[in-house]
């Protein structure tokens, strides 16, 4: 699935360290409104920093201060590298190399270029905002090895450092790399590949995490007393991540093949990797893939006790609408055919940008929250889209209606 677009900076906020017994209690008190109102999928969704589920790290578009650093030296003019607090010595000696020259030919004093190179350090530090590569955590982590090589703790460390707009979603990945090594079992250096590489976890998890927050949005209690954890977090936002951390390790530790698996003492560690030293993608199992969703999806439900039935249909727009009305849970399989030049144009109502249509020109599963006469409103990567129904009949599309039974 491709879709060219710039997402907006989520504002997750929670704490590291984590008190779960709290959960509830704080969801009851920040969002007592909402929970009593029942509000529509539509409206639910339009509550929070994103709509619907997100894959896991991409959101986070994280504005970084950057050098590069060549050798433990930092090349002032390139900005390619994560600059910390703990950085300050080794840009002032880069600073004071690059204007060597004019220091020698009088243009500079030194004390003059060693001023200038602090004001220079803490003006990065505190105001210049930059990108580093596509902004994801997942880059920042591959970019923080490679200057610590492979140094775990050093990594932590640096990161716990770094000064930044969004903070608070590095503060969520601490909260899951916690996660997977106190409930899972897992390595931290295991738990930073699996949470790296759940970025590009199929679509059908983020369409099926949609669905169960769905059913059980007004009923908290109950999903704490199935899933054995919050449905909300202590700021009040749906607890996504938590749920397809869940449903991801459950469907890839079930046969003898899965890239995960448990272990005699119910740990979980990765099977394999690739030749690029990655989980291997390739092998990971898809949940919503036709007459298959009624095996894995109706799985994971039934270890919580909870029972499902599920129906399917193909390019039908009726079959939608009637979906929708009886309150089932409904997820869009659209398959584009690039080489044919197919791509479907997408409204994106989650920025206000005029020009805000965009192609999807890959296959792709989207989560259904509104069925309107002329058009669906969907949930993709945690931004609220629009397509029209004349638009949709032009291509080949599975419906998936989960009915989830409490």
């Known amino acids: 699935m491709h879709i060219e677009t710039i997402s907006p900076s989520s504002k997750v906020k929670i704490s590291p360290s984590i008190n779960f017994n709290n959960y ?22 339009e509550q929070y920093d994103t709509y619907g589920a997100e894959q896991n790290y991409n959101y986070s578009k994280i504005e970084l201060l950057v050098e590069s650093n060549k050798k433990d030296n930092y090349n002032i003019n390139n900005k390619d590298n994560i600059i910390t607090k703990g950085d300050k010595e080794s ?8 204007y060597e020259d004019d220091i020698e030919e009088g243009i500079f004093t030194q004390k003059e270029v060693i001023d200038k190179a602090n004001t220079r350090f803490n003006e990065i530090l505190n105001n210049q905002v930059n990108e580093v590569g596509d902004g994801s955590i997942s880059t920042i982590i591959e970019v923080l090895k490679n200057k ?7 990594v932590l460390e640096a990161l716990s450092k770094m000064t930044t707009i969004n903070g608070e979603a590095l503060e969520e990945y601490q909260r899951e790399i916690n996660l997977l090594t106190d409930k899972y079992g897992m390595t931290k250096v295991a738990a930073e590949t699996l949470l790296n590489q759940i970025d590009e976890a199929d679509c059908t998890y983020i369409a099926t995490v949609n669905a169960i927050v769905d059913k059980f949005k007004d009923n908290p209690k109950l999903f704490e007393e199935k899933f054995g954890y919050p449905l909300y977090k202590e ?8 749920l397809l951390i869940d449903l991801y390790i459950f469907e ?33 199992v898809y949940i919503n893939n036709g007459e298959n969703d009624d095996e894995h999806i109706r799985s994971f439900l039934q270890s919580k006790d909870i029972n499902t039935t599920t129906s399917f249909n193909e390019n039908n727009i009726n079959f939608i609408e009637n979906e929708f009305k009886k309150g089932n849970k409904i997820s869009l399989g659209i398959d584009i055919d ?12 989650s920025i206000k940008e005029e020009d805000n249509i965009e192609n999807l020109d890959g296959s792709h599963q989207v989560y259904v ?9 969907v949930s993709s990567w ?24 409490l």
Do not use: R, W
């Not at 840009?91 to 690059?98: D, P, R, T, V």
């Not at 610590?148 to 050093?154: H, I, L, S, V």
């Open 235 to 242: 700021d009040g936002e749906p607890n996504f991540n938590e």
């Open 24 to 45: 509830i209690s704080s969801y009851n008190q920040s969002k007592e409104i909402k929970k009593k109102e029942e509000l529509s999928i539509d409206d639910f969704f």
């Open 148 to 154: 610590y090589n492979g140094d775990y703790e050093k």
């Open 91 to 98: 840009f002032i000696k880069a600073f004071y190399n690059y």
């Open 369 to 377: 929250t509104e069925v309107n006469k002329d058009t669906i409103t």
């Open 252 to 284: 890839n530790t079930q046969d003898d093949n899965s890239i995960l698996y448990y272990d005699e003492n119910n740990k979980v560690h990765i099977s394999y990797l690739n030749e690029d030293g990655m989980l291997d993608l390739d092998n990971q």
């Open 382 to 405: 945690g931004e609220k889209y629009e397509i029209k129904k004349s638009d949709l009949e032009q291509l080949d599309f599975d419906i998936t209606s989960i009915n989830i039974e």
């Open 338 to 349: 690039e080489e044919i030049g197919e791509a479907l144009p997408m409204k994106n109502l």
